[in-house]
């Protein structure tokens, strides 16, 4: 089983301030996505030559009332696997809640021991959907 680093999401109160404070530490931005339908955006930002390694500003365009408390900001890490399914199970398998299955074949989110919520995405992207993961309802919260 091999597990990669993809991002680390925190969310932003204002994205130009934001994106000027990350851009002052050297951070350059290298993908940007406008949402309509969830009314977000995701930027992201890392160091010259490890772009592998962002940052992801997330902002809400009705503005975020929980900011800035330091609960708020950060959301989650986020890794890519080589098969979601097999995680979850092996995860499930070790006691792990899976607060948000695999449905889409894509996605999971669990929660740390410290309730730091990570995200896992299936490397490659969705696999077809496929029991019991598409059945099962969200656990707590993610």
Same mark, same amino acid.
């Given at each position: ?22 851009? +002052?530490?050297?951070?350059?931005? $290298? ?6 339908? =969830? *009314?977000?955006?995701? #930027? ?46 092996? +995860?499930?398998?070790?006691?792990? $809640? ?6 889409? =074949? *894509?996605?999971?989110? #669990? ?32």
């Amino acid at each position: 089983m091999t597990i990669r680093y993809l991002h680390t999401m925190v969310r932003v109160k204002d994205l130009e301030t934001s994106i000027a404070f990350y851009e +002052l530490l050297g951070l350059k931005e $290298t993908r940007r996505s406008d949402n309509q339908q =969830g *009314r977000f955006t995701l #930027v992201f930002l890392a160091p010259p030559g490890q772009e592998e390694c962002p940052v992801e500003l997330t902002y809400n365009w009705d503005g975020d009332e929980g900011l800035p408390s330091d609960s708020r900001h950060f959301g989650h890490l986020a890794y890519e696997v080589d098969d979601i399914y097999a995680t979850c199970q092996h +995860l499930m398998d070790n006691g792990v $809640t899976i607060n948000r299955p695999p449905r889409d =074949g *894509r996605m999971a989110f #669990v929660r740390s021991p410290d309730n730091i919520s990570v995200e896992l995405l299936n490397k490659g992207g969705a696999q077809p959907p496929a029991e019991p993961w598409s059945s099962m309802p969200n656990s707590g919260h993610w």
